[in-house]
DNA sequence: AAACGATACGGAACATCGTTCCGTTTGCCA
DNA sequence: TGGCAAACGGAACGATGTTCCGTATCGTTT
């Protein structure tokens, strides 16, 4: 919890702005439910009652509504690999169940994982604050898995984008599998034993 | 060559219109390499030195000037299948080197992994046209590597999309490597020997 | 050779996006 | 209560895919 009562070097916003922003968050996560993370700005605007205007007030890119949207999901998926390495069998068995944490997490936000590779700088926020986050993530267990012999080195951006592309497209075709796909990357991960 | 003379249930179609025709295949190809497969309509148009509507008669979805554009590609990459298989010391290496084909070709054209995932409707067309030539070829190097017990049965399907969605954002990003993704995940398909 | 009907053409027009802008409203403090 | 900065709403803009229809062109027929 981070500074109690004198926090207000920012002048401390309007009443109706802080309503605003909670009732575009709530509206948005519905919308993404609903429509995916592309659901149209005017629909948001909409469901949350207020005018085009006030989201990009709020949020200046759409990517900032995602990941406003999303945050707490990331940050509790990348706090879940110390956790899962402390507590699996060995370093593989861990990345394997972190990745199975984040394909669950990306398969059920529709679009997500595909706005991910927008190159529109509109999303190179979203792209920056998912990186920012689990990177760290997979890295820790990566290089404990190598440590440990487990595993042949790669290079975790490459992997943590990779396990994202599989993600893509998994709620529009219910004969592709993406948990599976995951496992089977992670599995083609490991060393041979020679 | 099909029927020298008579052929004509279909009335021949006028000279002007088969020249335009040639000149919008070249125009989108042209188009593709500069921007990608979502090259705007209206560029390809200009550069064909026809009118958008034009584009729309010869190729009424945006998808089957696509598949106009890559049809010989996408073809040749198919046939490949059957002599990589009768060529390769195993059939996990004629799918592993299949694989190296198929994704040097998606990645080389920006955008084509991408559009392969869109629920558009106008997409189905590339969609169905993909799936019916390539799904023979895997199915065909999957059976043979499952039939040699050299890898684990999966839909065929969930791996040429995965491989598929391995490739977005290739061109993006320098530092992603999809060929090294997928030749992890054949190598994850590999059955453990005991 | 001229005329005519079918075919094809061009690009304006429409719908749908994201995003910006600015006149108007509203909360807050003096 | 008055005033002003903050915030608002939604019209307007630009880009895009797609449709539509009056016009031009081709190929054939007279």
Redesign the interface.
């Known amino acids: 919890m981070p500074a109690r009562d004198t926090d207000p070097p920012t002048p401390r916003k309007r009443a109706d702005a802080e309503r605003n922003k909670q009732a575009l968050l709530e509206a948005a996560a519905a919308a993404f439910v609903d429509s995916g993370v592309n659901a149209p700005v005017r629909d948001i605007a909409v469901r949350a009652g207020v005018g085009v205007g006030t989201i990009y007030r709020h949020f200046p890119a759409r990517a900032d509504l995602i990941v406003a949207v999303y945050r707490h999901q990331v940050q509790s998926c990348a706090q879940a690999a110390p956790a899962l390495l402390a507590n699996s069998p060995t370093p593989h068995d861990a990345l394997t169940a972190w990745i199975d944490l984040f394909v669950d997490f990306l398969v059920t936000k529709h679009g997500l994982a595909?706005a991910m590779?927008s190159?529109a700088a509109a999303f190179e926020p979203l792209h920056a604050y998912f990186l920012d986050h689990l990177l760290p993530a997979v890295t820790l267990l990566l290089d404990a898995a190598v440590d440990a012999g487990q595993v042949d080195p790669?290079?975790p951006?490459?992997?943590l984008?990779?396990v994202g592309?599989?993600c893509?497209?998994a709620s529009?075709?219910s004969?592709?599998?993406?948990r599976?796909?995951a496992?089977?990357?992670?599995?083609?991960?490991r060393t041979t034993?020679v």
């Open positions: 595909e590779h190159d790669i290079d951006l490459t992997l984008q990779g592309n599989l893509i497209g529009a075709d004969r592709y599998n993406p599976r796909l496992a089977i990357l992670i599995r083609g991960l034993p």
